[in-house]
Structures are given as structure tokens and as C-alpha cells.
């Protein structure tokens, strides 16, 4: 492959850039058509009207607030806008079958996973981080604006994580991640605390529901809150980028047609 092939992930001229710096960027240009991007913010304008929907809560405005939050903004949008962007950056690539592009790069295949990451990681904080702060100064509670900020971003680093770690291991991804978030999180986390402990919606909403005052049946015993429950999305995504890395080179390159 030439330095001027279509769709190399390395620089092309000038200084070259740091494999990772390239690859990132590569995948930013290459995993976020305009389509998608307009995709995007549809998961943004429903979490403004959510913050909005929780004014006509008949309690305090925090309590509507940490309702919504709980059931609309990280039980719905959060798991749905990240397997979006998670499904752009490593899954869409696998079923197309041009992944090949970054795989046979010479870059090693934990910087191609981090990078990957990096991509999405970096979407999701652009779109739903402000979209949730937002959210909390249009339902009135401008003082949970930071907590739902925070909460979102190292919910939304876990699971971008683990939709790429899918996306490798799958060319079903998309209903693979559905049946993650579906079942795994809404039935069976629901169900059991040792499997919320995995999860990054209820580990996202400890970690708001620990910086911020929420009711008391909110707060589900047995998870950590606040700044724990946000390490436990960091070890979680560690676990699920070193995963990737293992799995893509294992990957059996295929095109578009297999």
C-alpha cells in the first residue's frame, strides 16, 4: 500500500504525524460521515427535551431532574447515542469490510483499538456531555449540570469501549450491542447487582446520583457512587480496549460480501 492510498490512516507529507495522532484522525474523517453526524443529534435534542419534560414532575425540580436522568438520559439516550458511535468507529468498518485499510497499517493493533476509542470517545463528548448539562439547566437545576457532565463522561468512555471490543469480536455487532443493552443491562442488571456492577448505564447514573441529590429510591445499594463508581468505568474500559487489542489480531480479515 502506497503513502497515497485512499484511506491510509498515516500521514501522507510533511512531518509525519504520531501513529496513534494518525490513526485517530483518520478515523474521525472516515467513521463520521454527514449522515451520521446529523444521526447524532437526534439522541441530543430528545435529552434537551428531556430536561425539559422534567419540569412537569409534580416534586421538587432536583427530584424530576434525577428521574429523567435515571430513566431517559442513562437508562436511554446514553447506551443508544454511544452504540451509534461505537458502531461507527469499529463495526461499521468490519461489515464493510475496510477495515483492512487501518488492520495492515503499521501501527500495532492495541494503538489501532485506543485510537478507534479515541474517535468515538471524543464524538460522544462533544454531542451528548454538553447535551446532558444542558438538559439539567433547562429542567431548572443548573447545579446538577456538572455532576450530569462528569457521569457522562466516563459513562460514555465505557461504553464507546465496549461497542469497539463488539465490533471486533462480531459482524453482528449492532445486534449484539443491542441484546447488551437490551437484556444484559435492562433485564438482567436490573435484576442483579453483581451484573450492574459491569454495566456502564448503572455505574454512569452512580456516579451522578454520588455528585449530586437524588431520592433515595434512586440510589441502588450494592454499587458504588460518585468518584468510585467512576473508576469502575475506567477499569471497565480498560479491560475492554486491552480485550480489543488481543482480538484484532486474532481478526480474520474479510470483505464487504463474506
Known amino acids: 500500500m502506497s503513502s497515497g492510498d485512499v484511506g491510509a490512516p498515516a500521514a501522507t507529507s510533511g512531518r509525519a504525524r504520531p501513529p496513534l495522532v494518525a490513526v485517530t ?4 474523517r472516515a467513521c463520521f460521515p454527514r449522515r451520521r453526524r446529523w444521526g447524532l443529534l437526534l439522541p441530543c435534542a430528545m435529552a434537551l427535551l428531556f430536561g425539559l419534560l422534567a419540569r412537569s414532575d409534580s416534586g421538587t425540580a432536583s427530584e424530576g431532574f434525577a428521574r429523567v436522568a435515571d430513566h431517559g438520559l442513562f437508562g436511554l439516550l446514553l447506551p443508544i447515542a454511544c452504540l451509534v458511535i461505537g458502531d461507527a468507529v469499529m463495526g461499521a468498518d468490519v461489515r464493510a469490510g475496510t477495515l483492512p485499510f487501518t488492520w495492515l497499517s503499521p501501527v500495532p493493533f492495541w494503538a489501532i483499538a485506543v485510537a478507534r476509542w479515541a474517535a468515538g470517545t471524543l464524538v460522544a463528548w462533544v454531542t451528548i456531555v454538553p447535551a ?4 439539567a439547566v433547562l429542567a431548572g437545576v443548573s447545579e446538577a449540570a456538572a455532576p450530569a457532565a462528569v457521569a457522562t463522561v466516563f459513562g460514555a468512555g465505557a461504553y464507546v469501549a465496549l461497542f469497539v471490543l463488539i465490533g471486533c469480536a462480531t459482524r453482528r455487532a449492532t445486534v449484539w ?3 447488551v443493552v437490551l437484556l444484559g443491562e435492562g433485564l438482567v442488571a436490573t435484576a442483579l447487582v453483581s451484573i ?5 448505564r448503572w455505574l454512569a ?5 454520588g455528585l449530586t441529590d437524588v431520592p433515595p429510591d434512586l440510589v441502588r445499594d450494592g454499587l458504588a457512587r460518585g468518584w468510585g463508581a467512576a473508576v469502575q468505568l475506567v477499569v471497565i474500559t480498560l479491560l475492554c480496549l486491552t480485550l480489543s487489542g488481543w482480538r484484532l489480531g486474532h481478526l480474520r480479515l474479510s470483505g464487504s460480501s463474506d
Open 177 to 179: 450491542s443491542l441484546g
Open 205 to 209: 447514573f452512580a456516579v451522578f446520583n
Open 25 to 28: 484522525g483518520f478515523a474521525l
Open 196 to 200: 450492574a456492577q459491569l454495566s456502564p
Open 132 to 135: 446532558f448539562a444542558l438538559a
